[in-house]
C-alpha cells in the first residue's frame, strides 16, 4: 500500500512504504460463538449475532443470503492489495487540502495530528461545502478562511456546533458490521484501523462492500426478492425530496446540501422534470477551476461549466423490480447482462437513481446505501432506520 502523506513541512507529498498485511485465504472463516453478541447499550451498535444464522421455520431461506455471506468476511477480505490512501497533517492549509483531494482524485483523507499522535477525524467535500456556505460572501470578496485556515482551526470552529468523533472499524471486523456502521451513522467513508499499530489502512465504502460482492457474485444464490418491485421492497426514499430549480444559484444549492444532508441534487426545470444531477463532489470541482469565489452563477451556468466526466442522470420506475434498475445500471456502463451484481455501481461515478413517473418529474431517490439496506438489512427485517435521502 502506498500512504500519501501531506503537511506543512514542504509543498512536496512524502509517500511511505507500509508493511503489508500477511495473505489470508479470502475465504477463511472464523468461529463463530454465541458470545459474539454486540450490546446496542454498551457499544452503540447492532444488538444482532455477528455469525450466520438460519433462517426460522417459514421464513423464506433466500432472506439471509447476503446478509450471511456479509457476516461471513471481514473488512480486511473486501480491502484491495494495493491502493492509494492521503493522509493529511491538521496543521495543512484548508485550501492545499481541497487541491490535494482534486489532484489525487479521492473525496476524502483522514486526519492526523502531531500533536496527539493520532487520527483525529475525516477532511471531506462536506467540510469544504460547509465552509463555502458559512463564509461566502459575494465574487468581490475573498473567503479569507478557505485561503488562510488551517485544518486545525476549522475543525476547532466546526467541532463547536457539532460531533465530530472518528467512526472506524478493525480490519477483522465483518462486512456486516461495516454496513451497519455506514448506515446507522449516515456516512460515506469508513476507515478501517488497525489496532496494534493505529494505522489507517484502508477507507471502505458502500461502492468497495459491492464490488466485493460482485467479484463473488457468481457464488450467491439470487434471492428471489430481486424480483419485488421499488415501491414493495421498499428501496429508496419517496418523500419531502430536495431538487434545486435550473435557475437557482450554487450557494442556493449549498444551502440545500448542509441544511438537508443530501448529497446529491436533481436539478429540475420550470416543469419539474429532471434535466441533471448536481452532486456533492461537483462541488470540489469548484476548487480544481478555482470556481469558489463566484457561488452566484446559475446551475445551468455551474453545469454547463463541469470540464470532466460527472454522473449522468439514471432514472427508475416505481413499478420497476430491484433486479430491473440494477440491470439498468449495467447497461449503462456498456454491459449487456446482469452476470453477477451491480458491476456497474463501480466502474464510474454512478451512486443514485433518480426516482420518476411518467412526466420525468422526480418522485424518489434510490442510492447505494439504499441498496445495500434492500440487499443485507431489510430483507431479515432488522435496522429500520427513518428514511433519509442520500
Known amino acids: ?59 423464506d431461506p ?18 484491495p492489495r494495493s491502493s492509494k490512501l492521503v493522509i493529511f497533517d491538521t496543521t495543512l492549509q484548508v485550501k492545499k487540502a481541497f487541491f490535494a483531494l482534486v489532484a489525487n482524485g479521492v ?49 476547532e470552529i466546526y467541532l463547536q456546533y457539532s460531533v465530530n468523533r472518528l467512526i472506524s472499524i478493525k480490519p477483522d471486523s465483518s462486512l456486516f458490521d461495516a454496513i451497519y456502521s455506514l448506515l446507522k451513522n449516515k456516512i460515506h467513508r469508513l476507515p478501517v484501523i488497525d489496532p496494534a499499530s493505529g494505522n489507517v489502512l484502508h477507507i471502505l465504502t458502500h461502492k468497495r462492500i459491492l464490488k466485493f460482492l460482485h467479484i463473488f457474485g457468481s457464488m450467491i444464490p439470487k434471492p428471489k426478492f430481486l424480483q419485488k418491485q421499488i415501491n414493495e421492497v421498499p428501496i429508496g426514499t419517496f418523500r419531502e425530496i430536495a431538487t434545486v430549480q435550473e435557475s437557482a ?18 436539478v429540475v426545470n420550470e416543469q419539474g422534470k429532471v434535466v441533471a444531477l448536481y452532486s456533492r463532489f461537483d462541488v470540489i470541482n469548484l476548487a480544481a477551476q478555482k470556481n469558489y469565489n463566484n457561488l452566484n452563477m446559475t446551475m445551468k451556468e455551474a453545469l454547463a461549466s463541469r470540464s470532466c466526466w460527472v454522473e449522468g442522470v439514471l432514472k427508475c420506475y416505481p413499478h420497476e423490480t430491484l433486479e ?7 447497461k449503462a456502463e456498456g454491459l449487456t447482462t446482469l452476470r453477477f451484481l451491480l458491476p456497474a455501481w463501480i466502474s464510474k461515478q454512478v451512486h443514485r437513481l433518480v426516482l420518476v413517473d411518467r412526466e420525468d418529474v422526480v418522485r424518489g431517490i434510490v442510492s447505494l446505501s439504499d441498496i445495500l439496506q434492500a440487499l443485507v438489512l431489510t430483507p431479515a427485517d432488522i435496522y429500520k432506520w427513518p428514511t433519509f435521502q442520500v
Request: aromatic share 12%; glycine share 2%; charged share 25%.
Open 1 to 59: 500500500m502506498l500512504l500519501h502523506l501531506v503537511s506543512t513541512e514542504a509543498d512536496l507529498p512524502v509517500f511511505l512504504a507500509m508493511e503489508p498485511f500477511a495473505e489470508v485465504p479470502l475465504f477463511e472463516m472464523d468461529e463463530y460463538e454465541e458470545e459474539e453478541v454486540l450490546s446496542v447499550r454498551s457499544k452503540g451498535v447492532c444488538t444482532f449475532a455477528t455469525y450466520p444464522m438460519a433462517p426460522p421455520a417459514g421464513t
Open 62 to 79: 433466500d432472506t439471509y443470503i447476503y446478509m450471511n455471506f456479509m457476516k461471513s468476511h471481514s473488512c480486511y477480505d473486501a480491502m
Open 107 to 155: 473525496r476524502a483523507a483522514p486526519l492526523w495530528d502531531s500533536k496527539l499522535q493520532c487520527f483525529v477525524g475525516m477532511l471531506t467535500i462536506t467540510d469544504f461545502i460547509n465552509i463555502l456556505h458559512r463564509y461566502y460572501k459575494s465574487p468581490l470578496v475573498q473567503i479569507y478562511e478557505l485561503e488562510e485556515h488551517k485544518i486545525e482551526t476549522w475543525r
Open 249 to 266: 444559484s450554487v450557494y442556493e444549492a449549498l444551502a440545500i446540501f448542509v441544511e438537508r444532508r443530501v448529497s446529491a441534487l436533481p
Open 324 to 330: 430491473t434498475i440494477i440491470d439498468r445500471i449495467a
